[in-house]
Antibody, heavy 126, light 110 residues
Framework: QELLQESGPGLVKPSQTLSLTCTVS??????????WTWIRQAAGERLEWIGR???????NYNPSLRSRVSISVDTAKNQFSLNVNSVTAADTALYYC??????????????????WGKGTMVTVSS | EIVLTQSPGTLSLSPGEGATLSCRAS???????LAWYHHKPGQAPRLLIY???SRATGIPDRFSGGGSGTDFTLTISSLEPEDFGVYFC???????????FGGGTKVEMK
């Protein structure tokens, strides 16, 4: 069983909303030690950080996507979700969800993504 | 946005050989915010190194990370067959810039 599993439509029409869900199988989205992240990779391009949400619902988004993106947590289902509005062909990509972890060691805070899903392909086309 | 530039783009090596991969940042990155990953097609990326030099749980000691400021390296002392694939670096960034990834180094079998 995968620790993180992305799900959602593989095909979205231009101008519509792309909606994906990440199901967390180990660990709680409520944990204060984790934050929950979406990443994507278009063909031939580098990974692009989309944004993140913490257990309190606080969000940070990529400035280039901020006007069209929202990320939220559903504590009852132990899931977190991504919505991208007004999609175009440029939003066609492999979308990943990942768990971020922070920890305090001595006087220093460490932040990193420790677990990823395998990714789900989303194509924007009419 | 902090841009991470990885080099080389591709390394062609044989099992048993060593490799040194570079990740250069456009601005200073805190060492505790820099991580390295290994990715194979169809699989989830796997965390290798966090905090620039700390090996993640279960990662063999042939992997080591170093560097500070704007220059970071990942070293593989002796390649095993399962080590081929793409390696990328990641920096955690606070608002408003956010986080970012390097373009990746592909390590392929010669």
């Amino acid at each position: 069983q995968e620790l993180l599993q992305e799900s959602g439509p593989g095909l979205v029409k231009p101008s519509q909303t792309l909606s994906l869900t990440c199901t967390v199988s180990w660990g709680s989205v409520n944990s204060p030690f984790f934050y929950w992240t979406w990443i994507r990779q278009a063909a031939g391009e580098r990974l692009e950080w989309i944004g993140r949400v913490d257990s309190s619902g606080n969000t940070n988004y990529n400035p280039s996507l901020r006007s069209r993106v929202s990320i939220s947590v559903d504590t009852a289902k132990n899931q977190f979700s991504l919505n991208v509005n007004s999609v175009t062909a440029a939003d066609t990509a492999l979308y990943y969800c990942a768990r971020g972890r922070w920890e305090l060691q001595g006087h220093f805070y460490y932040y990193y993504l420790d677990v990823w899903g395998k990714g789900t392909m989303v194509t924007v086309s009419s | 946005e902090i841009v991470l530039t990885q080099s080389p783009g591709t390394l062609s090596l044989s099992p048993g050989e060593g490799a040194t991969l570079s990740c250069r940042a456009s601005q200073i990155v805190s060492s505790t915010y820099l991580a390295w990953y290994h990715h194979k097609p169809g699989q989830a990326p796997r965390l290798l190194i966090y905090g620039a030099s700390s090996r993640a749980t279960g990662i063999p000691d042939r992997f080591s990370g170093g560097g500070s400021g704007t220059d970071f390296t990942l070293t593989i002392s002796s390649l095993e067959p399962e080590d081929f694939g793409v390696y990328f670096c990641y920096q955690f960034g606070r608002s408003p810039q956010g986080s970012s990834f390097g373009g990746g180094t592909k390590v392929e079998m010669k």
